[in-house]
């Protein structure tokens, strides 16, 4: 069985560097810019040799027509001359078409012939064998004679002429000395621009070098920044603040796995122990059985609560939309407080709400978030400290307080309240504490329904958290209608 040869993988392409592309094209753009202008200046000069040549032409004509206008005359050498000097030849032509003087020319016999049947045009004569290449002109003439060494003789014709090899020859000179300096100029340029470059990107290269570096491992390796004006700088900038993000996601990654470990171990060490206790026929006397599966029914809600806890604050994590419903917060207090009263019966927990305020949200979360925040209060205050939970609409928002008369937090501790499985170096009322994911459920819930929360704690003046959530507009009802200039809508007046 005949098998195709596999073909062989292409080559990869070898990757260009910003270095050659920026170099290849200032060249191809100087380049460009300088060979066009050469060219623009060869043609412009061209064109004007050539009006030149013609302008000549045209003005020794009508000399000559100016002399023919005065009538019979007769030509010597220096008036000859002197019509001949616009121009660069002069021939005098006999009455039997012979050459019978001439000035300037070197052939004239070929000029006359060449322009025998063309009076008074301008011929162009290029490439002829005998005859360099020019323009000429020949006038026919009457009653004009001319002195020659034989005497006079009648005048039958004069022919101008100007030569353009000359011209020819300046114009290829001038474009053969405009592409030297073309090519001394893309030479310079060429150093110029690799210097330029050279320094310019420094800054590229060494980004480009710490970025290698930090993708080895060197976590704490930052690109050079030197001034916030230039692009590689705000580049630089954009980049490190972004590597310093990564780093903080990493370092809260581990912490947040040592910390979910952590919380886990305890309630797992505790569940193993009084089975192992079990298994080891420790437990014979049934109130002592019983008592141990209390325990570990204690600790498999408590890990089931945690589990649950980072369930949600995942959820919110990924941006996941809550329920938004219509939500009455001071019911939805009034229970919370009542619940604590029960839970807590020697503590004083108070409700201040005037009137209701409605909002829109996922109910159970909003009730998690004064459930933590008043059980937190609860547990990390004295049993005689007060809570008082107050609750108003202030600017189209429904702002929550929950302030208590504890001891308060340690301003060195604030910052760090909202911070998961963060507690406190020191409980301030129960030496065991929750799982510390409290305050940041809060924080997570509460930024789920765009608002804000905030923890104040003046040293030894309590703590109060507030939590502010937007407040929908009222859609008109039948009857009503919005105000003009006001955001909030009211009942209108019937007439």
Same mark, same amino acid.
Request: proline share 6%; hydrophobic share 40%; glycine share 10%.
């Given at each position: 069985?005949?098998?195709?040869?596999?073909?062989?993988?292409?080559?990869?392409?070898?990757?260009?560097?910003?270095?050659?592309?920026?170099?290849?094209?200032?060249?191809?753009?100087?380049?460009?810019?300088?060979?066009?202008?050469?060219?623009? #200046?060869?043609?412009?000069?061209?064109?004007?040799? /050539?009006?030149?040549?013609?302008?000549?032409?045209?003005?020794? +004509?009508?000399?000559?027509?100016?002399?023919?206008?005065? +009538?019979?005359?007769?030509?010597?050498?220096?008036?000859?001359?002197?019509?001949?000097?616009?121009?660069?030849?002069?021939?005098?032509?006999?009455?039997?078409?012979?050459?019978?003087?001439? %000035?300037?020319?070197?052939?004239?016999?070929?000029?006359?012939?060449?322009?025998?049947?063309?009076?008074?045009?301008?011929?162009?004569?290029?490439?002829?064998?005998?005859?360099?290449?020019?323009?000429?002109?020949?006038?026919?003439?009457?009653?004009? &004679?001319?002195?020659?060494?034989?005497?006079?003789?009648?005048?039958?014709?004069?022919?101008? &002429?100007?030569?353009?090899?000359?011209?020819?020859? &300046?114009?290829?000179?001038?474009?053969?000395?405009?592409?030297?300096?073309? #090519?001394?100029?893309?030479?310079?340029?060429?150093?110029?621009?690799?210097?330029?470059?050279?320094?310019?990107?420094?800054?590229?290269?060494?980004?480009?070098?710490?970025?290698?570096?930090?993708?080895?491992?060197?976590?704490? /390796?930052?690109?050079?920044?030197?001034?916030?004006?230039? /692009?590689?700088?705000?580049?630089?900038?954009?980049?490190?603040?972004?590597?310093?993000?990564?780093?903080?996601?990493?370092?809260?990654?581990?912490?947040?796995?040592?910390?979910?470990?952590?919380?886990?171990?305890?309630?797992?060490?505790?569940?193993?122990?009084?089975?192992?206790?079990?298994?080891? #026929?420790?437990?014979?006397?049934?109130?002592?059985?019983?008592?141990?599966?209390?325990?570990?029914?204690?600790? %498999?809600?408590?890990?089931?609560?945690?589990?649950?806890?980072?369930?949600?604050?995942?959820?919110?994590?990924?941006?996941?939309?809550?329920?938004?419903?219509?939500?009455?917060?001071?019911?939805?207090?009034?229970?919370?407080?009542?619940?604590?009263?029960?839970?807590?019966?020697?503590?004083?927990?108070?409700?201040?709400?005037?009137?209701? %305020?409605?909002?829109?949200?996922?109910?159970? *979360?909003?009730?998690?978030?004064?459930?933590?925040?008043?059980?937190?209060?609860?547990?990390?205050?004295?049993?005689?400290?007060?809570?008082?939970?107050?609750? /108003?609409?202030? +600017?189209?928002?429904?702002?929550? *307080?929950?302030?208590?008369?504890?001891?308060?937090?340690?301003?060195?501790?604030?910052?760090?309240?909202?911070?998961?499985?963060?507690?406190?170096?020191?409980?301030?009322?129960?030496?065991?504490?929750?799982?510390?994911?409290?305050?940041?459920?809060?924080?997570?819930?509460?930024?789920?329904?765009?608002?804000?929360?905030?923890?104040?704690?003046?040293? +030894?003046?309590?703590?109060?958290?507030?939590?502010?959530?937007?407040?929908?507009?009222?859609?008109?009802?039948?009857?009503?209608?919005?105000?003009?200039?006001?955001?909030?809508?009211?009942?209108?007046?019937?007439?």
């Amino acid at each position: 069985m005949n098998r195709t040869p596999l073909a062989a993988p292409p080559r990869p392409r070898r990757a260009v560097t910003i270095r050659v592309r920026i170099l290849a094209g200032v060249l191809v753009l100087l380049a460009a810019g300088v060979i066009g202008n050469s060219v623009a #200046g060869a043609l412009t000069l061209r064109h004007y040799l /050539e009006d030149r040549g013609e302008d000549a032409l045209r003005d020794s +004509g009508d000399r000559v027509h100016e002399v023919l206008a005065r +009538g019979p005359h007769t030509l010597n050498d220096g008036q000859l001359a002197a019509l001949a000097a616009p121009v660069l030849g002069i021939t005098v032509v006999g009455r039997d078409g012979t050459v019978v003087d001439h %000035v300037g020319d070197d052939v004239p016999d070929a000029v006359n012939e060449l322009t025998a049947d063309r009076p008074d045009q301008v011929v162009t004569l290029t490439d002829h064998p005998s005859v360099p290449d020019l323009i000429a002109r020949r006038i026919p003439t009457s009653g004009l &004679t001319a002195g020659t060494a034989n005497g006079e003789v009648s005048v039958s014709a004069l022919v101008l &002429t100007v030569r353009t090899d000359v011209d020819r020859m &300046t114009v290829a000179d001038f474009i053969s000395r405009q592409a030297g300096s073309v #090519g001394i100029t893309l030479v310079l340029a060429s150093v110029t621009a690799l210097l330029i470059l050279k320094f310019g990107l420094r800054p590229l290269k060494q980004m480009a070098d710490a970025a290698d570096a930090i993708a080895s491992g060197a976590r704490e /390796e930052r690109l050079p920044t030197y001034s916030r004006r230039s /692009e590689t700088d705000r580049l630089a900038l954009a980049v490190n603040e972004a590597f310093d993000v990564q780093v903080r996601a990493e370092d809260n990654l581990r912490s947040f796995a040592a910390d979910a470990s952590h919380e886990l171990r305890t309630p797992l060490a505790t569940v193993s122990g009084w089975l192992d206790l079990y298994h080891q #026929g420790g437990l014979t006397d049934p109130g002592d059985l019983d008592r141990a599966l209390e325990r570990v029914d204690g600790e %498999v809600g408590r890990m089931r609560l945690l589990v649950e806890e980072l369930s949600l604050l995942a959820r919110l994590d990924a941006g996941r939309p809550l329920d938004s419903a219509p939500v009455d917060l001071r019911r939805l207090a009034a229970d919370v407080v009542q619940d604590a009263q029960v839970i807590a019966p020697g503590r004083t927990v108070r409700l201040h709400a005037p009137r209701p %305020v409605h909002v829109a949200g996922d109910g159970p *979360r909003l009730q998690q978030v004064l459930n933590n925040l008043i059980g937190n209060a609860t547990q990390h205050t004295p049993a005689g400290a007060a809570i008082d939970v107050s609750l /108003e609409e202030s +600017g189209g928002r429904a702002v929550i *307080r929950v302030a208590d008369d504890g001891p308060g937090i340690a301003s060195e501790d604030l910052p760090h309240v909202f911070d998961r499985f963060w507690r406190a170096g020191t409980s301030r009322g129960n030496a065991r504490g929750g799982s510390g994911l409290g305050l940041a459920i809060v924080q997570a819930v509460v930024h789920a329904h765009h608002g804000t929360v905030d923890i104040t704690s003046p040293p +030894g003046d309590g703590t109060t958290v507030t939590v502010v959530l937007p407040v929908p507009e009222p859609v008109p009802g039948p009857g009503q209608g919005a105000v003009p200039g006001r955001g909030r809508t009211r009942t209108a007046r019937r007439r």
